[in-house]
């Protein structure tokens, strides 16, 4: 499975580099970089899900469930059903749009 990278900008890179030290005779010269800071921009759909988050008391993680599942795979006694976990990624696979061949 091939995955694409896009989004890639041919804008300037600007890499952090020590300041340099030329000699000029007796005289010392400090060269430096003017380096542009970068930025993050959120989309709104973005801030509301950081907000949505940031707002919860609930842990994301049910810790108990861990557990169990931690204990169950620890003694042998955690099962698989197969067909569950065979129809999510039938369903799984249905989500995801077809590759164009052109």
């Known amino acids: 499975m091939a995955i694409e990278i896009t989004g890639r900008t041919n804008g300037p890179t600007f890499i952090k580099t020590?300041?340099?030290?030329?000699?000029?005779?007796?005289?010392?010269?400090?060269?430096t970089h003017t380096e542009r800071g970068d930025s993050?921009?959120?989309?709104s759909a973005t801030?509301?899900?950081?907000?949505a988050i940031g707002s919860?008391?609930?842990s994301?993680?049910?810790?108990?469930?861990?557990?169990?599942?931690k204990k169950a795979l620890?003694?042998?006694s955690y099962s698989?059903?197969?067909g569950q976990v065979a129809h999510k990624l039938i369903q799984l696979e249905k989500l995801i749009p077809p590759e164009?061949?052109?």
């Open 18 to 31: 020590p300041p340099k030290t030329e000699t000029d005779g007796e005289r010392k010269t400090t060269l």
């Open 40 to 43: 993050v921009a959120l989309t």
């Open 47 to 51: 801030q509301q899900i950081k907000k």
């Open 56 to 58: 919860s008391s609930a």
């Open 60 to 69: 994301p993680v049910d810790i108990d469930r861990v557990n169990s599942v």
């Open 74 to 76: 620890a003694d042998g």
């Open 80 to 82: 698989v059903n197969a």
């Open 100 to 102: 164009n061949s052109t």
